[in-house]
């Protein structure tokens, strides 16, 4: 604890073996840690909750450079979705809404309503009984944030007032 991700990484890890853009750490509600972070972050609760993620369990998964942030995001739900308990709506339906919005969008021209997705995130996040529907919205909102420009594409233009 406390070790430089970029150490863990680099020099513990060895490296990647390929072009990575994203790091997913501390399993599927962790965060989506785009690379230009990795040195930033020190290997604790503090460092990842100070720069908007969570440490959770520290595994780490790799988005390579080639894979569309949409596809990882479409997979989160699809995985909430499938691993959902059923007992709460917000997770058993809006895994699922959110999995249907994302495939729509990526298999035809279907642009999402940012403020649609947003709700729905905002429902999952405390309308949720445990973590499975409540942590889904964060690596969400962390590639809405940093892969900004890879996704716009999917979403419809914001109306100016």
Known sequence: MGT???RII???GQGFR???KALHIGGPLGGLVPVSMISKLTLDFESFNEHGFLLGHASIVCLPQNFPVIRYLQHLFQFTSHESCGKC?????GSKRGAEMLEKAISSNYKIDRQLLDDL?????????CMLGGGLPLPVR???MY???????Y???AAHA
């Open 4 to 6: 430089p991700l970029e």
């Open 10 to 12: 680099n020099e513990l």
């Open 18 to 20: 390929l072009p990575v």
């Open 89 to 93: 709506f917000p997770c058993r339906l």
């Open 121 to 129: 995130l905002e429902t999952l996040e405390s309308g949720s009984l």
């Open 142 to 144: 962390n590639a809405l």
């Open 147 to 153: 892969f900004d420009e890879e996704l716009r594409s």
């Open 155 to 157: 979403f419809k233009l």
